[in-house]
């Protein structure tokens, strides 16, 4: 607490200053002070007092501070992305780019009459999924924008979540869309868009999400969180839109178009996540116990909501006990992915014949998975143009590239 009174004294801000040495000089002693606590808490409590004496701009200043001083990323890298240095990010990103889509390509519309027929037990889930989809991809985008896009390590790294931003960006707006059109009642609305405070265990997933943006421990939280928040937690409502694609063949279709677009966007959030994971220093990820633990610490969150799901409702083929096999299955997937052991050794198939999830992050290659000739142009081609063009040293172009299908 003296280390809070004293900077109470000596270095709090000014309430207005100019960006000069004086500032610098502050910002290093705040800095040197919040590194020599040892106390989590005691560094929480420290820089929440710190953000009271700011206002909103003088935020915005320091965080630009930070960025041009502690970035990862040169500055002339952080300004122009090319020469390509880090390929296998810069391949993602131009995957992703090339299956990007608009909210307006899906016209639900359509959907309603089949929505209207489905039995209230049909309805339940569908309604969990417009509530927890009503802020998930934005609680998704703050963390991108708080975190991953400032701390990356590479620019093409950097560039994957500016891109990913984008596809957060678009299912949100989607299932915006999706419930102002099927889900006529004001006040059923209403509750709705507010279910992220009112519905119990949509609050305990979406506060998941935002403990990490909060409080993160380091970027190995972040990826591991984010590949929970963004896939593992989707499971038992994706499960449940595969579902209405097995059992009431030819309903929602351009519901169930969208899922699968956000499935698709979704197994590459999540495998970029895990090569980001990978790529860590050995020191610097968890331990099998420790990633278990986070895991199955989530995994109880997401059956406390797979249980409220499926309460009192009676589906053929689909229940809150299968779900939460297929959730436990996943997770034994990740593992594998980010080279940790299996948590669940008991269950090696999933429950459901026909559920395609799990292929968007079990395909080494993207385009096995389904949905893979949704593409704008050739990532290959791109990476090789990319990559002619970067050579093997910086803004080296040794002779005129010119792709065949340009025109002048
Ligand atoms: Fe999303
Ligand atoms: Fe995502």
Redesign the pocket.
């Known amino acids: 607490m003296s280390q809070l009174l004293n900077l109470e004294k000596n270095v709090i801000f000014p309430a207005k200053y100019e960006r000069s040495t004086d500032l610098d000089e502050k910002l290093h002693t705040v800095g040197n002070i919040i590194e020599s606590l040892k106390d989590k808490n005691e560094k929480y409590e420290l820089l929440e007092l710190i953000v009271d004496k700011l206002s909103l701009f003088e935020l915005c200043t320091i965080s630009q501070l930070m960025r041009e001083t502690k970035s990862n990323i040169p500055k002339s890298k952080r300004l122009g992305i090319y020469p390509i240095e880090d390929f296998s990010s810069w391949e993602r990103v131009k995957k992703m780019e090339s299956t990007l889509w608009v909210s307006e390509e899906v016209k639900f519309v359509d959907d309603v009459a089949s929505y209207e027929k489905f039995s209230e037990d049909e309805k339940r889930p569908l309604l969990f999924i417009f509530g927890f989809f009503a802020v998930g991809?934005g609680t998704?985008g703050e963390a991108l924008l708080n975190y991953l896009i400032d701390c990356s390590s590479s620019a093409e790294e950097r560039a994957f979540y500016n891109v990913?931003n984008y596809?957060?960006q678009t299912?949100n707006e989607t299932y915006g869309r999706m419930i102002l059109t099927l889900v006529r009642s004001k006040e059923e609305r209403v509750k709705l868009f507010d279910a992220v405070s009112k519905v119990q265990s949509i609050k305990a997933m979406n506060s998941f999400i935002e403990n990490v943006i909060r409080y993160p421990d380091g970027k190995r939280q972040i990826y591991i969180s984010?590949i929970i928040a963004?896939f593992v937690m989707f499971i038992p409502l994706f499960s449940v839109l595969y579902w209405y694609k097995a059992y009431k063949k030819g309903s929602i279709k351009f519901t169930l178009f969208s899922n699968e677009l956000i499935a698709k966007?979704?197994g590459l959030?999540?495998s970029n996540g895990c090569e980001n994971y990978n790529k860590l220093p050995q020191d610097q990820k968890y331990s099998d116990d420790e990633v278990h633990k986070i895991f199955k610490l989530a995994i109880e969150v997401i059956d406390g909501f797979t249980n409220e799901i499926f309460e009192d409702i009676n589906l053929p083929g689909i229940d809150a006990v299968n779900v939460s096999i297929y959730v436990r299955y996943v997770a034994n997937v990740i593992m594998e992915k980010i080279n940790h052991s299996v948590i669940y050794e008991d269950i090696v198939q999933p429950p459901f014949p026909w559920m395609e999830y799990h292929k968007y992050i079990r395909k080494s290659n993207f385009y096995e998975a389904p949905v893979g000739e949704y593409k704008r142009f050739n990532v290959d081609e791109a990476i090789k143009e990319a990559e002619f063009l970067s050579g093997d040293s910086p803004l080296r172009i040794e002779k005129e590239f010119i792709p065949e299908e340009f025109e002048f």
């Open positions: 991809d998704v990913q596809n957060e299912h984010l963004e966007d979704e959030h999540c």
